[in-house]
């Protein structure tokens, strides 16, 4: 698993992807995105891994490997520890290298991706010397300069969450859960089209997951965001209406994504 710091989420990219569909390529099972018909997730971009490899010293993950997230919709990453669900996130964030191209709408990443992503890792990572409402506008200040617009839209997100009156409080005085709520906000008000969780809801005792998942899932839905979603736990994935994949154990040859 590849660890990152906070400073990876601030620097993951700086420009958007342009957003189209991928490419329908018919029977092919070398990672193409399936021909879905007339939806509403054109302003959000697919994600496809095109002979994608990728070894961390000796072990080789993955290998010629393809797949394809369709845009607009919560695609969830299953699979045995170690097979590389989080090395895909990585990839799309850009934070690791890798041989062959990951395609994001019109955009061809080859080597690495330059996409703009929103990060859900499994700790919350605040800015400990920063309040709540300074974590969200931390995440706001480079996109929107007017302070007045980004109050309200952190106000707003946070009545979302189930975290009204809570700009103040310091992530000392938070709860795991308000954490986890606090992280996924700032998420969703980054200015990005994709979303990726690497098993946002790990260590989170069931009542407070179920009531994350709730408002969570009410957040995608008026988002319409590209989700790339890792988790252990089915039951996550199904309560987020989510498309699950299922990765093989390691590595990961050709295309060995099925849905389930």
Avoid: W
């Amino acid at each position: 698993m590849i660890k990152s710091t906070y400073d990876d989420i601030k620097n993951i990219a700086e420009t958007n992807p342009k957003e189209v569909d991928c490419p329908d390529i018919g029977n092919d099972k070398r990672g193409g995105c399936p021909d879905i018909g007339d939806d509403k997730r054109v302003d959000y971009p697919d994600i496809k891994f095109v002979n994608f490899s990728k070894k961390f010293g000796d072990t080789r993950v993955f290998d010629d490997f393809g797949v394809c997230f369709l845009g607009g919709k919560i695609n969830a990453i299953m699979g045995p520890s170690g097979a590389g669900k989080t090395t895909l996130l990585n990839a799309v964030a850009g934070l690791i290298e890798y041989e062959g191209q990951i395609e994001v709408g019109d955009e061809n990443c080859v080597g690495k991706c330059n996409a703009s992503v929103s990060y859900v890792f499994q700790q919350p990572r605040l800015i400990n010397q920063k309040t709540v409402f300074g974590n969200l506008d931390f995440s706001l200040c480079s996109a929107i300069k007017n302070k007045d617009e980004r109050r309200k839209k952190i106000v707003d997100i946070l009545g979302q969450m189930g975290l009204g009156g809570t700009e103040k409080l310091y992530p000392s005085a938070l709860s795991g859960g308000m954490a986890q709520r606090v992280s996924l906000a700032r998420a969703f008000l980054y200015p990005s089209n994709i979303l990726l969780m690497d098993e946002p809801f790990k260590g989170l005792d069931k009542d407070i997951k179920s009531s994350i998942l709730g408002s969570l899932l009410d957040l995608l839905n008026l988002s319409g965001k590209t989700v790339l979603f890792v988790t252990h736990d089915k039951s996550e994935a199904l309560a987020l209406n989510a498309t699950i994949f299922e990765l093989t154990d390691k590595p990961i040859i050709g295309q060995f994504f099925s849905d389930v």
